[in-house]
């Protein structure tokens, strides 16, 4: 069996001609297998387009030599050890080497379960050629100038006949020449926040366009033009196909070698590779703060000087430097960042992190989470050299950089022609960018709206309400803020950990440790099973944090909506609101099928949402209680929390209180003033004195108690999202309207 992760291509492979070889001597079958995890670092709608499009041209090629490639992506039903199985009954295992983790540890995992042979697919001179990690660029020219002669002959041609392997896989392969490419993504339990890239598809034919575009015109300015960012074609661009393996480097090595074009070939074959065999020849992970030289650690350790920003300003270029932002906007967008841009970008982040070491794992979050080529050697040891891995020391030693070299980000700006690169990582991400309707401006939709727009597409949202927030809302009194919806929240799936995490760094969101009592007739202490959050300095906060720079039509009722053409019509009690490509409604469930009528594709979907109903009172005044919040399973009550305690809130004493579904739904059409009264009467029963005024208000709609289990719906340019899909919390609508988001990207013409 072949097993192809960094070598995706048909021809020039060594790993597969090893296997044809193989197969013919010992008279066995073989079979190519090739999958997507969604456990790779940050497994993204970006990396799985790139990949899928890459196994495309994969299974054509193998095709067309009658071998029998086989693809499995993992997503809900298609999970388990699936390779596992596979290996142990195969008799030899042979694939491409990739010298770091996730990979080197999956390879070992393999290895356990049948023979395994690695073969260097990557680089022209063999990871295994040389006996120690090299040092220095230098040292490497030097050390593989004789190999790299040798080994830029034509590609051999394997003449072995091989029978294709039809046992049975244990596992359904997908048929990826005619998968929905779209569809298939928007199934993985991956991130869907960062869009895949409308302008570098995936895949052997685009990466050999690509080459080819830049072997006939700029690669004979390659030399002179190769540092200038805002001359982005003067360079080759083809890191990502030379990560996933798309292209040979062999190939491209020799037809660069036929053109003479000593430069290119430098950083191809010496810098390229001088990644990968330091990465190989590295004893612990190279990506570790403890990989760099200890000179640099201690150097950049003693001279460090910052002035700390959160990272989620960093990643969404929010700093003072038009070029950082530039950079960022670049990686986001295009999923790419000029040669010549790397090292004074990734130099610029010891300014803005706590330290040293922060900074180098953030330099891998940024790169990685966005970059094509990232998790690629050559980006680890770029990286790495920003801190002085592979480098020497220089000096006089000047904060922050100690005596590691030097590079000025407010130099770079000035020698650059900052108009035209920010033209360039400006254009159009998509062919043809779709106009985009949000409705709904509760979490779902803001969380919608913020990922299309960050991607660069045309995104507009609208609510029935006078602002932004839905069932997080907070209501102004003259006593305070109250947060009289959701309360707090919590954060189990790793994509909204990772999006709370820089939520706090960034201080819009805070830990609420809050002291809870419990009341079940006695009230007593409680305890809170795992951390909670809430949004700072108010619920509504966020929602509006990730609309702040969006058009947010508030008072603006959707009543009807309807197709026309290849668009939706939206329309409002006023009048029209517009035509737009797409529309994503994130409204709960039933006014959507209120919206849509019952005979509309989505509608068994919507009539399986349920919820619960609540009444939720506001009070001010002394309660005498020491809790922050109590959890009631007896009476009215199903909550009361304290909203002065919560962080960055303050002010005078007071509590919202929530009644219990079952409560609420038996007196959903009672008079509000009786219903003031009852609340009051129940929060007095737990021990809430006082004097208190209250003020209620009912959501029809709070708890999802019935979801649909799917993390969005899409139809002909129509879209729902919202927490009736994945269920009610906070977490739920976040991930929905992210995906809700992915989905319209993936379609909008990348190719998918
Ligand atoms: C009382 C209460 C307590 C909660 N407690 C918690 C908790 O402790 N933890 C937790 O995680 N979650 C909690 N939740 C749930 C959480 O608030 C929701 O899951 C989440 O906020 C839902 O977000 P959403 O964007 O899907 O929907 P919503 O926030 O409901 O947003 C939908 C938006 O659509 C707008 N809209 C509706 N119809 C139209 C139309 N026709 N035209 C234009 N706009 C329209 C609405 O005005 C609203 O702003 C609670 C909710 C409530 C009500």
């Given at each position: 069996?072949?097993?192809?992760?960094?070598?995706?291509?048909?021809?020039?492979?060594?790993?597969?001609?090893?296997?044809?070889?193989?197969?013919?001597?010992?008279?066995?079958?073989?079979?190519?297998?090739?999958?997507?995890?969604?456990?790779?670092?940050?497994?993204?709608?970006?990396?799985?387009?790139?990949?899928?499009?890459?196994?495309?041209?994969?299974?054509q090629e193998l095709h067309e030599q009658g071998l029998r490639g086989v693809f499995h992506v993992e997503r809900p039903g298609h999970r388990g050890p699936v390779l596992k199985a596979l290996a142990t009954r195969a008799a030899l295992v042979i694939t491409d080497a990739m010298p770091l983790k996730p990979l080197s540890s999956w390879t070992n995992a393999v290895a356990e379960h049948a023979p395994l042979w690695q073969m260097d697919c990557s680089c022209v001179v063999p990871m295994s050629a040389l006996k120690r990690q090299p040092t220095r660029a230098f040292a490497f020219r030097k050390a593989t100038l004789a190999l790299r002669q040798d080994m830029l002959d034509p590609w051999p041609q394997v003449d072995a006949h091989t029978e294709a392997f039809h046992g049975e896989l244990g596992f359904e392969p997908v048929d990826i020449e005619r998968a929905d490419l779209a569809t298939l993504i928007a199934a993985c339990e991956i991130d869907h926040s960062v869009g895949p890239v409308a302008d570098t598809l995936g895949g052997s034919k685009a990466g050999y366009a690509r080459w080819e575009r830049f072997r006939d015109g700029p690669l004979k300015h390659y030399a002179r033009q190769r540092n200038d960012a805002a001359r982005p074609r003067s360079v080759s661009r083809l890191s990502a196909y030379l990560h996933y393996g798309h292209i040979s480097?062999?190939?491209?090595?020799?037809?660069?070698?036929?053109?003479?074009?000593?430069?290119?070939?430098d950083e191809?074959?010496?810098?390229?590779?001088?990644?990968?065999?330091?990465?190989?020849?590295?004893?612990?992970?190279?990506?570790?703060?403890?990989?760099?030289p200890t000179w640099a650690r201690e150097t950049l350790e003693a001279h460090h000087e910052s002035t700390?920003?959160?990272?989620?300003?960093?990643?969404?270029?929010?700093?003072?430097?038009?070029?950082?932002?530039?950079?960022?906007k670049s990686l986001l967008i295009h999923g790419e960042l000029h040669n010549n841009l790397r090292m004074t970008w990734g130099k610029a982040l010891l300014q803005w992190s706590r330290s040293p070491r922060q900074t180098l794992a953030r330099l891998f979050e940024l790169n990685d989470r966005y970059a094509l080529d990232g998790r690629d050697p050559a980006s680890v040891a770029g990286l790495t050299w920003c801190l002085g891995a592979m480098d020497r020391p220089?000096?006089?030693?000047?904060?922050?950089?100690?005596?590691?070299?030097?590079?000025?980000?407010?130099?770079?700006?000035?020698?650059?022609?900052?108009?035209?690169?920010?033209?360039?990582?400006?254009?159009?991400?998509?062919?043809?960018?779709?106009?985009?309707?949000?409705?709904?401006?509760?979490?779902?939709g803001a969380a919608a709206a913020h990922t299309l727009a960050r991607t660069g597409a045309h995104v507009q949202v609208c609510d029935k309400s006078r602002g932004a927030g839905g069932r997080m809302s907070t209501r102004r009194n003259p006593q305070g803020a109250f947060d009289h919806g959701a309360q707090s929240f919590t954060a189990r799936d790793p994509r909204?950990?990772?999006?709370?995490?820089?939520?706090e760094a960034a201080g819009a969101v805070a830990p609420w440790p809050g002291k809870l009592g419990q009341f079940d007739g006695v009230l007593s202490a409680g305890s809170n099973t795992e951390p909670r959050f809430v949004a700072a300095p108010a619920m509504n906060a966020l929602p509006k944090r990730l609309l702040q720079d969006l058009t947010l039509h508030t008072q603006t009722h959707v009543q009807r909506i309807a197709r026309e053409g290849q668009q939706w019509r939206v329309e409002t009690e006023t009048g029209e609101l517009g035509l737009y490509d797409r529309v994503i409604l994130t409204i709960p469930a039933p006014q959507a099928l209120a919206l849509l009528g019952t005979d509309h594709a989505f509608s068994t979907a919507l009539q399986n949402v349920h919820y619960a109903p609540c009444w939720a009172a506001m009070l001010h005044g002394r309660a005498g209680l020491p809790w922050d919040g109590i959890r009631c399973s007896s009476g009215p009550l199903a909550w009361a929390g304290r909203q002065d305690t919560l962080p960055d809130r303050g002010g005078q004493e007071r509590w919202v209180l929530h009644a219990s579904p079952e409560w609420s739904q038996a007196n959903l059409e009672?008079?509000?003033?009786?219903?003031?009264?009852?609340?009051?009467?129940?929060?007095?029963?737990?021990?809430?004195?006082?004097?208190?005024?209250?003020?209620?208000?009912?959501?029809?709609?709070?708890?999802?108690?019935?979801?649909?289990?799917?993390?969005?719906?899409?139809?002909?340019g129509l879209l729902y999202a919202g927490d009736g899909c994945l269920g009610?919390?906070?977490?739920?609508?976040w991930l929905s309207g992210v995906a809700a988001a992915g989905a319209v990207l993936a379609q909008a013409g990348h190719g998918l």
């Open positions: 069996m072949v097993w192809l992760r960094v070598a995706v291509r048909g021809h020039e492979n060594p790993a597969l001609d090893a296997g044809r070889i193989m197969a013919a001597t010992l008279g066995l079958p073989l079979l190519v297998y090739h999958a997507v995890s969604e456990r790779y670092p940050h497994a993204s709608d970006r990396h799985h387009a790139f990949i899928l499009q890459g196994a495309q041209n994969l299974s480097p062999f190939r491209i090595a020799r037809e660069a070698q036929a053109m003479a074009a000593d430069k290119f070939l191809l074959l010496v810098w390229r590779e001088l990644a990968w065999h330091h990465c190989h020849h590295a004893v612990s992970d190279p990506r570790a703060w403890t990989a760099l700390p920003l959160p990272l989620e300003a960093l990643e969404l270029g929010q700093t003072d430097s038009a070029l950082w932002n530039l950079a960022q220089f000096s006089p030693p000047e904060p922050p950089f100690g005596s590691v070299r030097s590079r000025s980000l407010a130099h770079h700006a000035r020698r650059l022609d900052l108009e035209r690169y920010g033209a360039w990582v400006s254009r159009a991400s998509l062919p043809n960018t779709p106009s985009i309707l949000v409705v709904g401006a509760g979490l779902a909204f950990v990772r999006q709370v995490k820089l939520w009672a008079d509000k003033n009786w219903v003031a009264e009852q609340l009051a009467q129940a929060f007095a029963e737990l021990g809430g004195g006082g004097d208190h005024s209250l003020d209620v208000h009912r959501w029809r709609y709070s708890l999802v108690t019935q979801a649909m289990g799917k993390d969005h719906l899409q139809h002909q009610g919390r906070i977490e739920a609508a």
